[in-house]
Structure formats: structure tokens, C-alpha cells
């Protein structure tokens, strides 16, 4: 389109020149093969900025004096509970950011080598941020517990590998659960229903 428009003008724009100035033809031809390169050149820069480079949305960066914490986990079939009943060679990582003074949370995150497909747990899709409910003498890393947030999952074909991502509002008193490590990622499958990989949202200090 820009071409076209440059290959339009430039005649139209030599023709006024010409009839203002009282300049040859050779002249003006020459001014305006300079004149209009330039505009070109400045045309294709401008729209390639207002382009984007990538497929993804671009996060901007939290505003100076916003409290983030940010955990890279690593999720893994070992640390599942109850244990895998079918052995998998599964892998993924996320990162999970927290904003307490906005009070949001975003994830994102892959897995990889799943034994077997996805699967989805009632209406909640295969990939949930769950709360875990210790019994007495358990720590958070021994627990299960109830769905909390639902990760919106990226399977690739044949759902054994993929990515997955998340970002929502968090209520005060969830804010205060992450912090304490009470929440974990988990992923479902057809060999291992109750989870196949799991990582405990755990921020450095």
C-alpha cells in the first residue's frame, strides 16, 4: 500500500514543482526521487513501530512503589499428593507474579511429557491453582486441598505438553495465603486423575 501511494504521488508532486519553480524536468525528477525515498523510508519505520513483533500480549511493568513478589517454580510428578499411581518422566515450570498493592496475581507456565492427555476435572478444565488444607501435623507441601483458580490451559496437539497462564484479582485474605505458601499448582491426567504435576507457590523472602 505504501509503495503504491509513492509510486502515485511522486509524479503529481514533480508536475508542481516544476510549474512553480520553472525547473527542468531532469531536475525535478531528481529532487523528488530524494524527497520521496526519505518519505518512504520514514513511512515503513513508523508502521513498524506501531507493529508488534510477537504472537503474546507484552506485560507492562508494575508501577515504581508496587510490592511484587515472584516466584520460578518448578513442577514436577515427585512432589505430588497423593503420589503418582502411574511413574511419569513429566516436567514444567512457571512464574507466578504477586502485586500486593494491586492486589493481582498473573502465572505462566509449561509442562511437557505428560504419561497421558489432559484431564479436565468436572467443570474446571485440567489445570487449577488449588488451596491445600493441612491436617494437624501437616505442612502445606502435604496437603490437598479445594480448586481455587482455574489456569487457562494451552495444550499442543495430542494434550501431553503446552503452556498454560492465568491473571486475576485476589481478595486481601488470599493475598495473605500466597505469601504463606498455602496455594500449589497442579495438573491432571488420565494416568494420575488426582494430579500428575504439581510446584508449591512458594515466594523467596
Known amino acids: 500500500m505504501i509503495w503504491f501511494v509513492f509510486n502515485l504521488t511522486c509524479p503529481l508532486f514533480e508536475e508542481i514543482v516544476s510549474m512553480l519553480f520553472s525547473v527542468s524536468n531532469v531536475q525535478t525528477h531528481k529532487v523528488f526521487k530524494l524527497f520521496c525515498g526519505f518519505c518512504l523510508a520514514a513511512l515503513l519505520f513508523l508502521s513498524g513501530c506501531g507493529s508488534s513483533s510477537g504472537s503474546g500480549t507484552t506485560l507492562l511493568p508494575p508501577p515504581p512503589g508496587d510490592v511484587v513478589s515472584t516466584a520460578a517454580l518448578t513442577l514436577s510428578p515427585d512432589v505430588e499428593v497423593p503420589p503418582v499411581t502411574v511413574p511419569s518422566s513429566a516436567s514444567g515450570s ?13 502465572v505462566q507456565g509449561n509442562f511437557t511429557n505428560l504419561t497421558t492427555p489432559l484431564l479436565p476435572i468436572a467443570d474446571f478444565g485440567p489445570g487449577h491453582i488449588h488451596i491445600a488444607q493441612p491436617e494437624a501435623g501437616q505442612s502445606f507441601t502435604q496437603a490437598t486441598g479445594p480448586v481455587v483458580f482455574v489456569l487457562n490451559m494451552l495444550p499442543n496437539p495430542g494434550n501431553q505438553s503446552g503452556s498454560f497462564q492465568l491473571e486475576t484479582s485476589l481478595t486481601p485474605e488470599q493475598v495473605t495465603s500466597f505469601l504463606a505458601g498455602a496455594y500449589y499448582i497442579n495438573i491432571h491426567t488420565e494416568a494420575n486423575p488426582p494430579g500428575e504435576l504439581r510446584a508449591q507457590v512458594v515466594f523467596p523472602l
Do not use: K, S
Not at 94 to 106: D, E, K, S, Y
Open 94 to 106: 512457571a512464574v507466578v507474579t504477586l502485586n500486593q498493592t494491586t492486589r493481582t496475581l498473573r
